[in-house]
């Protein structure tokens, strides 16, 4: 379970929009404040490049589908996306082949299991079943149209980028940490090879998914591209439809599922929007139809999920109304307290 001083924060109904502009920038910044001090968690060693971070980092951002941004803390710091990845590359893949056949290929279901489990697989036939695994995400990767690893990357750089607005660069000392310590990822594309799982060779695959989580994002990034998903695909800074609608609605249903791994299920009940961590300290959150939030620090909980990051987006979830699951009884008000005391009961 989350820990339990999120829980005298009032519940709030999902129903309506997001409150107004300073009063969203004063609930991020209060949540903000409101974890710094927070020194649960590890920070993530079996990669070693990621073992240098500054375990005090704590970023968090909010961009609603609008275009304005609200930020507090270390949301400048570059950090490696990671796992998080796998959304917007499930996404970009889902565009471009079909729901159908990524459905068929990967699967959408919850393993139950770590996020690199290898059981998982054997159980199920040698399906991957989703694409916020490992060995999912590996599958998804290898999947994306392109006639050559050259493209197949460029592809994936340009659209990650084109989710964030901006150009984003490889972090290659990221990239070489990970490359010389990805021996479990590479049994893994080796094990889908051998089920017919698996659209290019296996050592290709990895290295493309290596570098896809290499990418260096900020919170701030991560907001934006979670409001681009949360806006029907249109990214709110650029203004350009990155991927179509129902391909924005087919990942958000996925992350609902999987995108929090064995904790998926826990997430929704107590926070109650799709959602990707990264093991560099990341998580995305999206509310459908308002916005996204981005958090960094790299302290993580024994699922690899960002401890500091969990607290402030639940108290978010709750602040503002974006748990998809409330609603306030037909014809009454929508009970959403729009004042910063109010959010703080």
């Given at each position: 379970m989350l820990e339990a001083d999120v829980k005298d924060i009032a519940q709030r109904s999902s129903t309506g929009a997001l409150p107004q502009h300073d009063r969203?920038?004063?609930?991020?910044?209060?949540?903000h404040e409101r974890y710094a001090s927070v020194d649960d968690g590890t920070v993530a060693d079996y990669i070693p490049v990621l073992a240098e971070a500054d375990p005090a980092w704590f970023g968090l951002s909010l961009a609603s589908i609008d275009g304005r941004c609200h930020s507090a803390g270390d949301t400048g710091i570059g950090f490696s996306i990671q796992s998080i990845s796998k959304a917007f590359?499930?996404?970009l893949v889902c565009d471009a082949i079909g729901h159908d056949e990524i459905r068929r290929v990967v699967g959408v279901d919850n393993t139950g299991m770590a996020f690199n489990s290898v059981v998982a697989i054997e159980l199920n036939g040698g399906s991957p079943m989703n694409s916020m695994v490992n060995a999912g995400a590996i599958a998804t990767t290898a999947l994306m149209p392109a006639t050559n690893a050259d493209e197949r990357w460029a592809l994936i750089r340009d659209g990650l980028s084109?989710?964030?607005g901006r150009p984003l660069m490889l972090d290659g000392e990221v990239y070489r940490s990970e490359s010389f310590t990805n021996h479990r990822n590479q049994a893994l594309a080796r094990l889908l090879q051998s089920y017919d799982r698996l659209a290019i060779g296996p050592r290709e695959a990895v290295d493309i998914y290596t570098r896809q989580c290499s990418l260096s994002v900020t919170a701030d990034d991560l907001a934006v591209m979670g409001a681009t998903l949360a806006d029907g695909g249109v990214n709110p800074i650029t203004g350009e439809q990155v991927v179509s609608a129902e391909t924005s609605r087919d990942t958000l249903a996925l992350l609902a599922a999987c995108g929090m791994y064995e904790r998926s299920g826990e997430w929704l009940f107590e926070i109650g929007i799709p959602a990707k961590s990264g093991v560099a300290g990341g998580i995305v959150a999206i509310a459908p139809g308002k916005g996204a939030v981005g958090a960094f620090s790299p302290r993580l909980d024994s699922a690899g999920n960002s401890v500091r990051g969990q607290r402030a987006c639940a108290y978010l979830s709750r602040a503002l109304g974006l748990n998809l699951f409330a609603s306030a009884p037909h014809g009454?008000?929508?009970?959403?307290?729009?004042?910063?005391?109010?959010?703080l009961r």
């Amino acid at each position: 379970m989350l820990e339990a001083d999120v829980k005298d924060i009032a519940q709030r109904s999902s129903t309506g929009a997001l409150p107004q502009h300073d009063r969203v920038g004063d609930l991020v910044a209060h949540a903000h404040e409101r974890y710094a001090s927070v020194d649960d968690g590890t920070v993530a060693d079996y990669i070693p490049v990621l073992a240098e971070a500054d375990p005090a980092w704590f970023g968090l951002s909010l961009a609603s589908i609008d275009g304005r941004c609200h930020s507090a803390g270390d949301t400048g710091i570059g950090f490696s996306i990671q796992s998080i990845s796998k959304a917007f590359v499930f996404a970009l893949v889902c565009d471009a082949i079909g729901h159908d056949e990524i459905r068929r290929v990967v699967g959408v279901d919850n393993t139950g299991m770590a996020f690199n489990s290898v059981v998982a697989i054997e159980l199920n036939g040698g399906s991957p079943m989703n694409s916020m695994v490992n060995a999912g995400a590996i599958a998804t990767t290898a999947l994306m149209p392109a006639t050559n690893a050259d493209e197949r990357w460029a592809l994936i750089r340009d659209g990650l980028s084109r989710f964030a607005g901006r150009p984003l660069m490889l972090d290659g000392e990221v990239y070489r940490s990970e490359s010389f310590t990805n021996h479990r990822n590479q049994a893994l594309a080796r094990l889908l090879q051998s089920y017919d799982r698996l659209a290019i060779g296996p050592r290709e695959a990895v290295d493309i998914y290596t570098r896809q989580c290499s990418l260096s994002v900020t919170a701030d990034d991560l907001a934006v591209m979670g409001a681009t998903l949360a806006d029907g695909g249109v990214n709110p800074i650029t203004g350009e439809q990155v991927v179509s609608a129902e391909t924005s609605r087919d990942t958000l249903a996925l992350l609902a599922a999987c995108g929090m791994y064995e904790r998926s299920g826990e997430w929704l009940f107590e926070i109650g929007i799709p959602a990707k961590s990264g093991v560099a300290g990341g998580i995305v959150a999206i509310a459908p139809g308002k916005g996204a939030v981005g958090a960094f620090s790299p302290r993580l909980d024994s699922a690899g999920n960002s401890v500091r990051g969990q607290r402030a987006c639940a108290y978010l979830s709750r602040a503002l109304g974006l748990n998809l699951f409330a609603s306030a009884p037909h014809g009454a008000d929508s009970g959403i307290d729009t004042t910063t005391e109010g959010a703080l009961r």
